[in-house]
Nanobody, 125 residues
Framework: QVQLVESGGGLVQAGGSLRLSCAGS????????MGWFRQAPGKERESVAA????????SYADSVKGRFTISRDNAKNTVYLQMNSLKPEDTAVYYC??????????????????WGQGTQVTVSS
């Protein structure tokens, strides 16, 4: 069983930065890809970014390109999301997730098998 634990959320003013971390219980691992998603009140969960463990290929939602950076530390089984120039519309619960199917860099929630509990990010104007 894979367990994912997010941390690093909080309250920040617009224009500020936060770094989220997602630690896996073991090399996730058979998973090939890790993703960050977010869900704002009353909205559907949406993809923010994804990264492959091997090779480090990444993808980003258009709304965060140039502001957010996803990275991974294979030795620590940890994935990060560096969020800069935060906007009030970035306010949401952020989740990390693991996709066990090799060869894809998916933004679809249904293709991720394991999920963390989420961490709240609130950006004030």
């Amino acid at each position: 069983q894979v367990q994912l634990v997010e941390s690093g959320g909080g309250l920040v003013q617009a224009g500020g930065s936060l770094r989220l971390s997602c630690a896996g219980s073991r090399r996730t691992f058979g998973s090939s890809t890790m993703g960050w998603f977010r869900q704002a009140p009353g909205k559907e969960r949406e993809s923010v970014a994804a990264i492959k463990w091997i090779g480090g290929s990444t993808s980003y939602a258009d709304s965060v390109k140039g502001r957010f950076t996803i990275s991974r530390d294979n030795a620590k089984n940890t994935v990060y999301l560096q969020m800069n120039s935060l906007k009030p519309e970035d306010t949401a619960v952020y989740y990390c997730a693991a996709d066990q199917t090799p060869g894809r860099l998916s933004s679809r929630t249904e293709e991720y098998s394991y999920w963390g509990q989420g961490t709240q990010v609130t950006v004030s104007s």
